[in-house]
């Protein structure tokens, strides 16, 4: 399956962004997620949702970031509020099933004033 993330962009402190990642297969089968790259250094998991629709979320983005999907749109979204500078990354979606991984190419998200 290919990935494609899209709406990263500019935006000031206390602002929103709604990531999506549209996979090329049927995703309903897979288990998505965001990472995250801030410059310098490692990528870090953001938010996971299962096939069920149960979704975890690292402590640093619970209360403001939300991890949904359309499985007849075969698409992920990350609804980001209240962005902080600390949130400045390149964002990146994953598919998973069994051993199987698949990476988007990642959107770059920068959060300042």
């Known amino acids: 399956v290919q990935l494609q993330a899209s709406g990263g962009g500019f935006v000031q402190p206390g602002g929103s962004l709604r990531l999506s990642c549209v996979a090329s297969?049927?995703?309903?089968?897979?288990?998505m997620a965001w990472y995250r790259q801030a410059p310098g250094k490692q990528r870090d998991l953001v938010a996971t949702i299962g096939q069920s629709d149960s979704s975890n979320y690292v402590d640093s983005v619970k209360g403001r970031f939300t991890i949904s999907r359309d499985n007849g749109k075969n698409t992920v979204y990350l609804q980001m509020n209240s962005l902080k500078p600390e949130d400045t990354a390149v964002y990146y979606c994953k598919a998973a099933i069994g051993y199987s991984v698949y990476w988007g190419q990642g959107t770059l998200v920068t959060v300042s004033s």
């Open positions: 297969g049927r995703m309903s089968f897979y288990n």
